[in-house]
């Protein structure tokens, strides 16, 4: 095998690493289990970021590690806050790239997913039983640690939550998270939903970003 093969070999391995995080992920938000997820995590790294929807970014390692023991307790605390809840995430069409010295990678998974929960279609404030399919993408920065690849940085965008019976031009946005947490987000949410307060993002168009750089420019 020559050197070329080689590399070949192991920036393979290293992507079927890094899409298992997230079947791991996948799997843990199933069984609501945010202790789980924390697990996949670059714990200690000065950049640990998660970021899900509108809720804002929490940034640094004591904010994500409360957050996601926060989320673990409230959401196993709770059950009549889980009641008729049903999420089924799909992440498809996996985009991979690194960074030049291999040790970091940037990951982009498109999200379509049917959901069911009581929430209160926006603009509304009144929480209803409410069916609508999830269209949006996972954002993800990955890190080599003692060659072991972790998650970095969560960004969970949502572009459409619409309804089953209205369609996504008629109600695109059938919920807004924002969570009762203890502590507040260090980064104020960002809105990519179709509407007139969606994030602008370049040349005059709505690109359904963001995107991803090239290979090894980074």
């Known amino acids: 095998m020559n050197k070329q093969e080689a590399k070949r ?11 298992m995080i997230m079947g791991k992920y996948l799997s843990y938000l199933d069984q609501v289990d945010f202790k789980g997820i924390y697990s996949l995590m670059a714990q200690d790294h000065p950049e640990i970021t998660y970021e899900m929807v509108e809720d804002g970014a929490y940034v640094g390692p004591e904010n994500v590690r409360r957050y ?8 196993n605390n709770n059950p009549n806050h889980m009641k008729g809840w049903v999420g089924l995430q799909n992440i498809l069409t996996p985009r991979i790239v690194f960074s030049s010295d291999g040790m970091r990678a ?58 089953y019976q209205e369609g996504w031009v008629r109600q695109p946005d059938a ?3 924002f969570h009762p947490n203890a502590q507040q987000p260090q980064q104020k949410g960002r809105i990519y939903t179709y509407h007139s307060d969606a994030v602008y993002s370049k040349d005059g168009n709505w690109t359904w970003g963001p995107h991803l750089p090239k290979d090894g420019s980074f």
């Open 175 to 177: 919920r807004r998270i």
């Open 106 to 163: 940037k990951a982009q998974f498109n999200q379509l997913s049917p959901h069911a929960m009581a929430i209160a279609p926006y603009p509304g404030d009144e929480h209803v039983p409410t069916t609508y399919w999830f269209i949006g993408k996972y954002d993800n920065e990955f890190i080599k640690i003692d060659e072991e690849w972790k998650l970095l940085k969560t960004h969970i965008i949502a572009f459409s939550r619409t309804p």
């Open 68 to 75: 996601m023991l926060d989320e673990h307790e409230h959401l």
């Open 9 to 19: 070999l192991l920036r393979g391995a290293d992507i079927v690493d890094i899409q």
